[in-house]
């Protein structure tokens, strides 16, 4: 592995659940790096492991044995407070439903993470009016969510988790609720914005239309990588 651009690392990754009486294998010895402004779609069917790689990589969940590194910096001994502050600074989030705030303006949904982050007003307002062109929706600046359709909130979303800069974006399952042609566009958005601000995206998906247009896709299966 390149440490030297790679966003993320797992070495040797187990982590298991329990339910009940049962202890469930989630992950088995997972090894992965993310390069900074790869696009890579992580695959497979429920239950393989998907989920607990993104709850891993956004410092989420902690692993039972093995190394997370993210942005060069061991994340494993890292106290909650910590892992608050990393997760706020270093990462962006986009979900299935969007989960934006219902209330609020979309730019105040954008602006939302600086203004958690302390920035100044001004620098907010610059930044989230550059994000809003960035992802065409600055004449959708004062409509609230439910006025947006939903390759619109999507785009939201993602002006939403790349307004801080992050270095690293965790998408799940991001097409799942878009029609064909909105995927795309959607798709393209996130590719041409990774890219762009060098932000390394990994997406759980079942999506054949994104994973044909992602820089790299692994399939999972019984929580190890094919």
């Known amino acids: 592995m390149n ?5 993320v690392e797992l070495h040797g ?17 997972v090894d992965l790096s993310v390069q900074r402004g790869e696009l890579l779609a992580l695959t497979g069917p429920s239950g393989s492991g998907k989920s607990t790689i993104l709850n891993l990589c956004g410092l989420i969940d902690t692993p039972d044995a093995g190394d997370i590194v993210l942005d060069g910096r061991h994340v494993n001994g890292l106290d909650e407070v910590q892992r608050t502050l990393l997760r706020r600074d270093a990462l962006g989030f986009v979900f299935q439903n969007f989960n934006l705030v219902p209330v609020m ?20 307002k610059e930044r989230v009016a550059a994000q809003l062109e960035a992802v065409g929706l600055q004449d959708h600046a004062h409509h609230r969510p439910d ?10 979303a993602i002006a939403r988790a790349l307004i801080k800069r992050p270095r690293l974006v965790i998408a799940d399952e991001p097409t799942a609720s ?37 820089d790299r896709v692994l399939a999972l299966l019984d929580g190890k990588l094919l």
């Open 178 to 214: 878009l029609d064909s042609h909105t995927a795309d566009q959607v798709l393209d958005l996130m590719r041409e914005r990774g890219h762009a601000e060098g932000a390394a995206f990994v997406i759980a998906t079942h999506d054949s239309r994104l994973t044909s247009r992602c």
């Open 3 to 7: 440490s030297t651009t790679s966003v």
């Open 105 to 124: 303006t979309v730019a105040e949904n954008v602006d939302y993470p600086l203004f958690l982050a302390g920035i100044g007003t001004a620098e907010r």
């Open 147 to 156: 006025a947006l359709s939903g390759g619109q909130r999507q785009r939201v």
């Open 13 to 29: 990754i187990f982590k298991t659940y329990r339910l009940g009486a049962h202890v469930i294998p989630a992950l088995q010895g």
